[in-house]
């Protein structure tokens, strides 16, 4: 067992189902602590977070991070029990493997290996840990990101521990996400009978057109970062279930995932010039999810790059797919963030496994980046 599968295997070993902790947060304080770091517990309703800092000078590095994982699903359909990791066939087993509990244990390991060989490095090293990135993520990164702002304590780069990679370890990074805007559309009609549609209006017939050229559109040609923006409807509802009624309204559900080559104010004016093209009358509520965000070129994009060429010989590619994470909400800051993780393929699923010898690896990875960044 190196260090980082026996740190791997204390964190998985507790039930920290989204929004809880399980003492997650304060194992990997009391390992920071001994390595010269002061850390801040941040509790937010009933979301558990910390801070911890190690060094005073700029630039700071920061490894972000989440100790909750979702819920496993019935616990019988997993071959060994989600919570009590082991290594089966060089494959460690267990909720959290992937994501992200083995990137916790590297990203400790990997700092305290740093520390030890650096204890004057430059700059400082800093770790920024939530227990409610599965779950609203209301109280977690983002009222860590408020506390710092107000204090005016800027995260100059981060690296978040999700899950990027693909095929090997390394082989994908991801330098920014695309942004999530959603919507829910009611296209009000006249509800009536079938037989006398002179007398009602329909909202499914006034909105299909709407729709269709909605999904048609072409919103922008995406980048060389970015696939094009797109739309997708998720629900539609409508109708009383008896089939002689015209219903009296059309419930639809969208989202988009948008570039940076057009902004969420632009996707809802185009999509409502389009509705109002069309005539319909209509109440539209928007959320934005997320906004997206790039970290171009720049020392940490290159660092990583260097290091995972250094540790493990391949070139990395860089990426903007897939879901969101807590980098939307640090990015913003001004941050360099990217995402530098194990493999993806079982995260969120009933048997979630990773390579054990992948998060040795991802630890020398992460110490490297610390060496090409801040060694003295
Ligand atoms: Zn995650």
Same mark, same amino acid.
Not at 240 to 263: C, D, K, Q
Not at 272 to 295: M, R, S
């Given at each position: ?128 840990? &939530?227990? !409610? ?32 990679? &693909? ?57 060389? $970062?970015?696939?094009?923006?797109? $739309? ?21 559900? $969208? ?37 997206? $965000? ?20 391949? !070139? ?61």
């Amino acid at each position: 067992m190196t260090p980082t599968l026996e740190l791997a295997f204390d964190l998985m070993a507790r039930r920290s189902v989204t929004p809880e902790d399980d003492g997650c947060q304060e194992l990997m304080m009391q390992r920071l602590k001994a390595a010269g770091f002061d850390c801040e517990p941040l509790r937010f309703e009933e979301v558990d977070n910390f801070w911890a800092r190690r060094g005073q000078d700029g630039p700071l590095v920061c490894f972000a991070g989440h100790t909750d994982v979702v819920p496993t699903g019935p616990e019988a359909n997993w071959q060994h029990s989600p919570f009590e990791p082991q290594i089966d066939n060089g494959m460690l087993c267990g909720r959290g493997a992937a994501d992200m509990k083995g990137s916790l244990a590297a990203m400790v390991v990997a700092v305290e290996n740093f520390v030890a060989k650096h204890p004057g490095h430059k700059g400082s090293i800093a770790f920024l840990i &939530t227990s !409610d990135e599965e779950g609203p993520a209301k109280h977690g990164t983002v009222k860590v990101v408020e506390t710092l702002e107000a204090r005016n304590e800027k995260i100059d780069m981060c690296i978040v521990g999700e899950p990027s990679s &693909t095929n090997k370890v390394g082989d994908v990074v991801k330098n920014g996400r695309r942004g999530s805007l959603g919507g829910v559309l009611r296209v009000h009609g006249i509800q009536g009978h079938v037989a006398y549609p002179h007398l009602a209006r329909n909202p499914v017939h006034q909105a299909a057109p709407a729709l269709a050229d909605l999904a048609n559109e072409h919103w922008d040609e995406g980048n060389a $970062f970015f696939p094009a923006t797109s $739309f997708q409807i998720s629900n539609i509802h409508s109708g009383t279930g008896a089939t002689n009624v015209i219903p009296g309204e059309l419930e639809v559900v $969208f989202n988009f995932r948008f570039s940076t080559e057009v902004t969420a104010d632009e996707l809802k004016q185009r999509t409502h010039a389009i509705l109002d093209k069309h005539g319909l009358q209509y109440d539209l509520d928007w959320t934005v999810n997320g906004l997206p $965000f790039l970290t171009d070129h720049g020392p940490l994009v290159d660092a990583a790059q260097q290091a995972i060429k250094e540790v493990c010989g391949y !070139d990395t590619e860089l990426s903007t797919a897939g879901g969101t994470s807590d980098g939307r909400f640090i990015a913003p800051t001004g941050a360099q963030v990217l995402e530098l993780g194990p493999c993806n393929d079982t995260i969120h699923k009933v048997n979630e496994r990773v390579k054990a010898e992948d998060l040795d690896t991802l630890t020398a990875m992460y110490e490297r980046i610390l060496e090409l960044l801040l060694a003295s």
